[in-house]
């Protein structure tokens, strides 16, 4: 049943009757949601993260997770922690969310804009967020905050005034369902 026919089938009554869904998700969720979802394209085995920006209209400018980069097999490039040599470890390799939702962004520039993501940033990306003129962090969780890259990272961001706030989810879960029953919906049944 297409549009026209739901309508048509609807009573004037009905239609008064109609007010607007009260349980949409609102901006912040919508953001930090696209970042969690983002999170799920993560081939690291132990943190997934994810990170969206956001310009002054409420438009997504830039989405990213943490992975290898480009032309950097994740099968190949190795996603141990702890080795003997720290060329076989994660950590000279990967790009961390913020990096990847920076250097995809998809307009001329991210002044200005508000960046949703995680897990705090670490002093690498805290440097590439200011240079890049973002202002504003929300992030959910601070787990490794004692941890000296994340006290550099609060202590450049406070220096540059970019300002930075945890972000307490209004739900514990936002569920995507694939399995939509489309004429359930109709307003006319
Ligand atoms: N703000 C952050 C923090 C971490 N990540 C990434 C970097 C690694 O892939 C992983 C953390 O691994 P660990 O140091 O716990 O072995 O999460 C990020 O992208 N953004
Ligand atoms: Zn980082």
Same mark, same amino acid.
């Given at each position: ?5 739901m309508?048509?089938?609807?009573s ?6 109609l ?7 609102d ?10 979802l983002?999170a799920?394209?993560?081939k690291?085995p132990?943190y ?12 997504i400018v830039?989405?990213?997770y ?6 950097c097999?994740?099968?190949e490039?190795?996603?141990a922690? $702890?080795?003997p040599? &720290?060329?076989? +470890?994660k ?8 990096m990847? =939702?920076?250097?995809?962004k998809?307009s ?10 995680g ?5 690498e990306?805290a440097?590439?967020?200011i240079?890049?003129?973002i202002?504003k962090?929300y992030y ?6 004692d941890?000296p ?9 406070d ?5 930075? $706030?945890?972000?307490? &989810?209004k739900? +514990?879960?936002i ?8 004429? =359930? ?5």
């Amino acid at each position: 049943m297409d549009i026209s026919e739901m309508t048509a089938n609807m009573s004037l009554q009905d239609e008064t009757k109609l007010k607007k869904r009260e349980d949409y998700i609102d901006w912040q969720e919508y953001f930090m949601a696209t970042a969690f979802l983002a999170a799920k394209r993560s081939k690291d085995p132990s943190y997934q993260v994810g990170a969206c920006i956001v310009n002054k209209d409420n438009k997504i400018v830039g989405i990213g997770y943490n992975g290898m980069p480009i032309g950097c097999s994740d099968d190949e490039f190795p996603w141990a922690k $702890k080795t003997p040599s &720290p060329l076989d +470890s994660k950590y000279l390799y990967v790009c961390h969310a913020e990096m990847n =939702a920076i250097m995809n962004k998809n307009s001329a520039d991210v002044k200005d804009c508000t960046m949703y993501v995680g897990l705090f940033p670490c002093n690498e990306c805290a440097k590439m967020i200011i240079q890049a003129g973002i202002t504003k962090i929300y992030y959910l969780s601070d787990g490794k905050g004692d941890r000296p890259s994340y006290v550099a990272s609060k202590r450049m961001f406070d220096a540059a005034g970019v300002e930075y $706030k945890q972000y307490v &989810p209004k739900r +514990s879960k936002i569920e995507i369902n694939f399995n939509v029953d489309w004429d =359930a919906m109709s307003p006319s049944k």
